[in-house]
C-alpha cells in the first residue's frame, strides 16, 4: 500500500481499529476487550501515537489497572460504576462493591477509512454489574488536520448518551459523592509513567493545582519519552456539554499523569428517563514539547 504523507487510513475489523497516518500507526482503538469484570470493561484508545512514534498513552498501569489509555468513563451513575475498581463512598473511602458496570460495543457504521479527514460512528450500551440496560450511547470519532511540518494531528470525540433505566439516572463524580478535587469522570486520557512530572499549561498558568477543578478552555501536558529521543505535547479543549454544570477539568502531574475534561466535576447531571446528554472534545497530539506561548496560540488557531 502506498501512503500519502498527509492523509489518514482506518482499518476495521471486529477487535480492532487501527489508525494510520501516513507510515505510522497511530492508534489502536480496541471495541469489545477481553478484561476482567472488576476494571468496567468497555472501549479504549491504546496505543495512541505522535507523528514520530512517541508514546502518548499508559495503559492498565500497576496503581489503577483500570486507566486504559484514552476511554470514555463514568464513575458515579445511580450507584453504579462505569470506571473500574473501588468506589468511593463518603466517609468510607474506596470500597470494593458489586456494581461496576461495562460499556458494550454493539456495532459500527458511518465509517470514512481513508482521506485527509476519517472517522467511525460506534452504538454502545451500558450494562449495569446486575446485567440491566441504563444507558443507549452513540459516539463518533473524527481524526483529521494531520500536519506533518508541524507535527500534529487531531482527534475530535463526540457522544450522546440516552437514559434508558425507566427513572432518573444521576451521573457523578468521588467529588459529588464527598472528594474533593476527584470530579474525575468523562473522556479520560492516561498518559505514559515517563511523563510523570510533565508540565501542565492551561490559559494564565502553568500550575496544576490551580487547574484542578477549573472551567479552563483548553489545557495541554508535556512529557519526556522513554522510548524515542525527544517530547510530545497532548492539547486538549474542555468543548461542549448539554449538561446544566460547566465542563472542568482533572488533572495531575504528580503521582501520575492523567487528563480529563469532567462533564460532572462539581455537580451532578440528572437525566430523566428517555433525555440525553451530549459531550464534544478535541485532543491535538503534538510531536514535541511546545513551550507555553506556542500552545497559547496553537489552541487560539485550532479552537473548535
Not at 460495543?105 to 452504538?123: L, P
Not at 479520560?188 to 502553568?206: H, I, K
Not at 502531574?253 to 475534561?261: G, K, Y
Amino acid at each position: 500500500m502506498t501512503f500519502e504523507p498527509d492523509r489518514f487510513t482506518l482499518e476495521i475489523t471486529p477487535d480492532e481499529v487501527l489508525l494510520r497516518g501516513g507510515d505510522v500507526q497511530l492508534g489502536r482503538y480496541v471495541p469489545s476487550p477481553d478484561a476482567p469484570a472488576s476494571e468496567a470493561p468497555k472501549p479504549y484508545w491504546h496505543p495512541l501515537r505522535a507523528l514520530d512514534g512517541g508514546l502518548l498513552t499508559g495503559y492498565r498501569p500497576w496503581d489503577h489497572r483500570w486507566h486504559k489509555g484514552l476511554q470514555m468513563t463514568w464513575t458515579h451513575v445511580s450507584g453504579q460504576n462505569f470506571w473500574g475498581g473501588p468506589t468511593f463512598v463518603d466517609g468510607e473511602g474506596y470500597v470494593m462493591q458489586d456494581n461496576v458496570g461495562s460499556m458494550r460495543h454493539d456495532g459500527f457504521h458511518d465509517v470514512v477509512t481513508e482521506g485527509a479527514d476519517v472517522s467511525f460512528t460506534e452504538h454502545l450500551t451500558w450494562i449495569t454489574a446486575g446485567g440491566e440496560r441504563w444507558v443507549d450511547e452513540t459516539r463518533t470519532h473524527r481524526m483529521h488536520s494531520l500536519d506533518r511540518a508541524r507535527g500534529s494531528w487531531t482527534m475530535d470525540f463526540s457522544t450522546t448518551i440516552r437514559n434508558t433505566r425507566g427513572q432518573d439516572l444521576r451521573l457523578g463524580s468521588p467529588t459529588t459523592a464527598g472528594r474533593p478535587a476527584a470530579g474525575y469522570t468523562g473522556l479520560f486520557l492516561r498518559m505514559p509513567r515517563s511523563w510523570t512530572g510533565g508540565e501542565v499549561t492551561a490559559p494564565g498558568t502553568t500550575d496544576a493545582d490551580t487547574v484542578m477543578g477549573s472551567a479552563a478552555a483548553w489545557v495541554a501536558f508535556s512529557g519526556q519519552h522513554d522510548d524515542v529521543d525527544g517530547g510530545a505535547t497532548v492539547l486538549a479543549f474542555a468543548g461542549t456539554s448539554t449538561g446544566s454544570p460547566a465542563i472542568a477539568w482533572f488533572v495531575r502531574s504528580e503521582p501520575f499523569p492523567v487528563l480529563a475534561p469532567s462533564g460532572s466535576f462539581h455537580e451532578e447531571v440528572v437525566l430523566a428517563d428517555g433525555d440525553e446528554l451530549a459531550l464534544t472534545h478535541r485532543h491535538v497530539f503534538l510531536d514535541r514539547r511546545w513551550d507555553r506561548d506556542e500552545i497559547a496560540a496553537l489552541a487560539d488557531e485550532l479552537a473548535p
